[in-house]
């Protein structure tokens, strides 16, 4: 797969100075590539695990907007695959965190920054996973307090991460699993804190599909979510939104991540058990409509969706426009 150097800078190039310091009254967020927007080159490489014998091949091509990273991990010898860009000067103390607009494979990827830290002697590397859904684009909030420092696939106690001084950003996928991968990446921001997810402010507008698991790699999480995938139109014409709250990181709403701290609050208000899947079908009026304990066909959700009075009245009100 032949990859280009012909990446994006953009802003990066007046963002890389050290006399453009963040403003004290930050912006919701700070473009840091945009792969739709066209600039210079970000230096992007690749580094697999053949770096240490292992057997996992991947790399990159730029497309019209987006950046594609895919190959095949192999589990033996490494299992890895990532692709990094050259040196950069970020100050991100303003942010919470960095945010990647993705479309993948379902697989968990990690995303990886640098900065000037030391770990006897050598560089330390700062690891945060993100999860991603089969097919869909999706916005990963990464807050940078989960991000951990590595040295070389090891964890290490410490130095935390200091935002003010990233040198370097990096996507890797090291999910422990065989086989093919591919990753559409769009663009990568520095966000400001959100406003917590809440399922009232979705009151009126969305029908809520909450699905409750342990962790993403759930069977029974995975087959409802192959399940919504069958037939999106269906889904999305019935004004839902897809909301996953895991015990083990990768929650998610509509795409955009959660915290730990959300899913947990979502679990508990559902009286959700741990350690096991459950579903939520959640009105607009913001009542639960529908639970299960196993993976539902979706054409049962969608039958008791349009015998609900609301829903009927929304297709009599389209029906006439």
Do not use: C
Not at 15 to 30: E, F, G, I, N, Q
Not at 297 to 302: E, F, G, I, R, T
């Amino acid at each position: 797969m032949p990859h280009t150097t012909t990446l994006l800078l953009g802003v990066l190039l007046m963002a890389a100075s050290p006399s453009l310091a963040a403003a004290t009254d930050a912006p919701p967020t700070r473009v840091l590539t945009d792969f739709a927007s066209g600039g210079a080159d970000l230096g992007w490489y690749v580094v697999n695990d053949n770096v240490m014998g292992g057997r996992s091949q991947g790399d990159f091509t730029q497309h019209k907007d987006a950046l594609r990273f895919e190959g095949r991990t192999n589990t033996n010898g490494g299992g890895f695959s990532s692709i990094r860009t050259r040196q950069l000067q970020f100050d991100l103390s303003e942010y919470e965190g960095i945010r990647v607009r993705v479309r993948a494979d379902g697989r968990r990827y990690t995303w990886r920054l640098t900065t000037d830290a030391r770990w006897r002697g050598r560089p330390v590397s700062y690891w945060a996973d993100f999860q991603t859904l089969p097919g869909e684009w999706i916005e990963a909030d990464i807050p940078f307090k989960r991000f951990k420092p590595q040295f070389r696939g090891m964890q290490l106690s410490g130095p935390e991460l200091d935002p003010r001084r990233i040198r370097g950003m990096g996507l890797m996928i090291y999910d422990k699993q065989d086989g093919p991968f591919e990753l559409r990446l769009d663009s990568v921001s520095a966000y400001t804190e959100r406003a917590p997810f809440s399922l009232s402010s979705h009151r009126g507008k969305h029908r809520v599909l909450v699905l409750t698991a342990p962790s993403a790699d759930d069977a029974l999480l995975q087959a409802q979510m192959n399940a919504v995938a069958a037939n999106k139109a269906d889904f999305e014409e019935r004004d839902m939104l897809l909301v996953l709250a895991l015990e083990n990181g990768g929650s998610s709403a509509g795409g955009q991540a959660l915290t730990d701290g959300e899913s947990a609050a979502l679990r508990q208000s559902l009286r959700a058990q741990d350690g096991m899947f459950a579903l939520y079908l959640v009105g607009k009026d913001g009542g639960v409509k529908r639970s299960a304990a196993v993976p539902m066909a979706m054409q049962d959700l969608y039958d008791l969706i349009d015998s609900m009075p609301m829903r009927q009245a929304e297709k009599q009100e389209r029906s006439e426009r």
